[in-house]
């Protein structure tokens, strides 16, 4: 079995994308529906250039609808600090209001998440807030993203020795170019039972080989998107550049595209088993039928895989200690 699939909502409201209103996010639910998908991922800040519109447009959808679906969120996190603060007490009583406000959420939500690590609030003030929420109703469980393991493995231990409930799943980037979590992370969550969530699949669209082929214009590295300059900038390296040049050339060579080779992977070769989770993403409806399409033709050719682990060997040197 391949890991299960969840809806990563940080596109809806954002600028270029079809998810504009209640309309057409009731329209995707109905298509995530049709394929099985019934979680979704969101937080407090999506999408990032127009925080908490994300959750506002999934609270418009329909009740009837609406109530088949699992929603996980994040606590709000400013971007332009070190995130000093942002998990006291009293923001993350804030945040969470705030959240099942925009949801329409009276019942709660399923996991809520550290969206990236406070280094000024004390992990026990962090630990014992999230497990009030749990008690109060508002979430069944919490999670943690984009914390390093030796942090990690604090928080786990303090719950550990105060009897606290820890997270019972963490959410990481994860994909053919950023597997530093295989050695870093997964075996700490793996010796705890904690479940991992994978977001950025296709590295942000990186891993679709527009960008290397300059057909990148119209997708999210395109000039004219708002978040356009800094994804060429975050997967600018030359180091990076030619080796996903030279994986798309050999990929193609088999009769595959790299966005194939990379979304069946992640599913059936990666170190992901049927307890964690793959987060999809899209700007378009038909983009999250097309890729499930993929994953669905299986495993692939051992000569295709031997070009993902050629692609690894060449990029992780500066890449290994992404997370």
Not at 200 to 206: E, N, S
Not at 244 to 257: E, I, P, Q, Y
Request: glycine residues 8%; aromatic residues 6%; neutral net charge.
């Amino acid at each position: 079995m391949v890991p299960h699939f969840i809806f990563g909502t940080a596109t809806l409201g954002m600028d270029q994308t079809q998810f504009q209103n209640a309309e057409s996010v009731t329209a995707l639910l109905k298509t995530l529906e049709k394929l099985d998908i019934y979680r979704l991922d969101t937080g407090a800040r999506y999408p990032p250039l127009n925080p908490g519109r994300s959750e506002q447009l999934i609270g418009e959808v329909p009740k009837e609808l609406g109530s088949k679906f699992t929603v996980d969120t994040k606590i709000y996190t400013n971007t332009k600090t070190d995130g000093s603060g942002d998990l006291s007490s009293e923001a993350i009583e804030k945040s969470v209001n705030a959240s099942l406000q925009r949801l329409q959420r009276v019942e709660g939500v399923n996991v809520l998440y550290v969206h990236r690590p406070d280094p000024a609030t004390p992990l026990e003030e962090q630990i014992e807030e999230f497990n009030r929420q749990i008690s109060q109703g508002r979430c069944k469980a919490w999670g943690i993203s984009n914390m390093q393991p030796e942090t990690l493995q604090a928080v786990l231990d303090l719950c550990e020795n105060r009897g606290w409930q820890k997270p019972i799943c963490y959410q990481g980037n994860y994909n053919l170019i950023t597997r530093g979590m295989e050695t870093r992370l997964l075996p700490i969550l793996r010796a705890r039972g904690i479940s991992y969530n994978a977001f950025q699949p296709l590295a942000a669209g990186f891993l679709t080989g527009k960008l290397v082929n300059n057909q990148h214009a119209g997708s999210r590295f395109g000039d004219e998107n708002p978040l356009g300059k800094s994804a060429q900038k975050l997967f600018g390296a030359a180091e990076l550049l030619d080796a996903m040049n030279a994986f798309d050339t050999r990929v193609k060579a088999c009769g595959l595209s790299s966005l194939e080779v990379a979304i069946r992977w992640i599913a059936h070769h990666s170190a992901l088993s049927n307890e964690d989770g793959i987060i999809l993403g899209a700007s378009k409806t038909p983009q999250i039928s097309e890729t499930v399409e993929l994953v669905r033709k299986g495993p692939l050719p051992a000569k295709v895989l031997d070009l993902t682990e050629e692609l690894w060997d060449a990029v992780k040197e500066i890449r290994g200690q992404i997370i």
